[in-house]
């Protein structure tokens, strides 16, 4: 089933790209979407201040196994996006995938098959794909 949502958002893309259907297009739009979205965020905690972002250097001990680490290592955010920040985040992460959908129909990519290859890789490695 899921893998059916993807695929019909993958189609609609497709459907409904007609302007930037040039390549150039695409990575132009998907980059500028990232910068909205990670605008969005900063917005978020400079002008509405629902999250702060209170960030210093991630201090763990050297000797600290993988699952002490992720209780150690923190994000960084503290509060929560409130509703009118929460919507345009959400909003730009859908554009956002909108155009990283727009150039793996471009480059003949399945985004469910993409997204299979990832999740077994982060299975099969573990704690071995820290990123």
């Known amino acids: 089933m899921k893998d059916m949502l993807l695929d019909e ?22 980059q500028d979407s990232v910068s909205r979205l990670l605008r969005s965020i900063v917005k978020a905690a400079t002008q509405c201040g629902c999250i702060s972002i209170t960030a210093s250097k991630q201090e763990y001990p050297l000797d600290a196994d993988y699952s002490e680490l992720k209780d150690i290592m923190k994000t960084h955010v503290e509060g929560h996006l409130c509703e009118a920040c929460k919507e345009q985040v959400e909003n730009d ?19 469910y098959d993409i997204l299979l290859k990832e999740m077994e890789k982060s299975k099969t490695l573990g704690k071995y794909c820290l990123r």
């Not at 609609?12 to 998907?30: E, G």
């Open 93 to 111: 992460i859908g554009r956002n995938l909108f155009y990283l959908t727009s150039l793996c129909n471009t480059l003949d990519l399945n985004l």
């Open 9 to 30: 958002f993958q189609y609609v893309v497709l459907d409904l790209l007609i302007r930037d259907k040039s390549v150039l297009d695409q990575m132009s739009k998907y």
